[in-house]
């Protein structure tokens, strides 16, 4: 049975400066996440309406409407799109405010890029549709962890169970760099005490099985680790 792959989460970024509406759409966008940014209010009730995004962030001092008045027309309008509030303001009555009017979560400025991507995966858990999780893809490799298959552009390849377990966890996290460390953790597991140079054994033997039915998948970054990416990623 075909795979069908999961459509990228669509991310809105509200904020009138645009050095940090700028960085918030680079980082989601490396995530995997597809993103639109605009920098005033009237333009983020627009863009909610066409870009139909599955969250936003959205910044609270906006040069219009401020971010709360847009969540709450939002909210009026019918439309439940998850809010996660940016802002330089902290105190406890300026979060009661934002989260009254529609929002799901509240992150403060100066803030922390990966906490950022972790509260707004952390919404879309909550909030998304949940998709199939016994079934991964990435480009034309496909891996059910079901029935314990795995096909690249249509052909099975057979994988012994320690093979298997880590082109998962590549495919988890595709287009992120994982170390040597989080992949024996994670496959291994942490008590592991044998050779860490296993890891770059188990990467070669998975290469020698999936490149000849296409362009590599698994890069090396050294000094890193590695990445599970299409060519043209």
Same mark, same amino acid.
């Given at each position: 049975m075909p795979v069908t792959e999961t459509a990228p989460a669509r991310i809105l970024v509200v904020d009138d400066e645009e050095h940090i509406s700028d960085l918030i759409s680079t980082a989601l966008r490396y995530e995997g996440f597809e993103t639109q940014r605009c920098g005033s209010g009237r333009e983020a009730i627009k863009a909610a309406n066409s870009f139909q995004p599955d969250l936003i962030v959205l910044d609270i001092m906006l040069p219009d409407l401020d971010g709360v008045e847009v969540g709450r027309r939002l909210r009026q309008a019918g439309d439940w799109v998850p809010i996660i509030f940016l802002t330089a303001r902290d105190s406890t009555?300026?979060?009661?405010?934002? #989260?009254?009017?529609? *929002?799901d979560d509240y992150v403060t400025? $100066?803030?922390? %890029?990966e906490e950022l991507i972790l509260r707004i995966r952390s919404v879309l858990r !909550? @909030?998304? $549709?949940?998709?199939d999780q016994s079934r991964l893809q990435v480009g034309d490799l496909t #891996?059910?962890?079901a029935t314990h298959e795995v096909r690249r552009a249509g052909t099975p390849i057979e994988l012994t169970a320690t093979e298997f377990r880590l082109l998962a966890y590549l495919m988890e996290n595709q287009r992120r &760099? &994982?170390?040597? @460390?989080?992949? %024996?953790? +994670?496959?291994? *597991?942490y008590d592991f005490a044998g050779d860490p140079n296993v890891v770059e054994t188990y990467i070669s033997y998975l290469r020698r099985k999936l490149d000849p039915l296409g362009a590599p998948l698994? +890069? @090396? &970054? !050294? *000094? &890193?680790g590695y990445m599970l990416r299409q060519a043209d990623a």
């Open positions: 009555e300026d979060k009661i405010k934002g #989260l009254s009017a529609g *929002g400025k $100066p803030f922390s %890029l !909550r @909030t998304r $549709p949940e998709r #891996l059910d962890q &760099v &994982v170390s040597k @460390t989080q992949i %024996l953790d +994670h496959v291994w *597991g698994i +890069h @090396t &970054v !050294r *000094g &890193v």
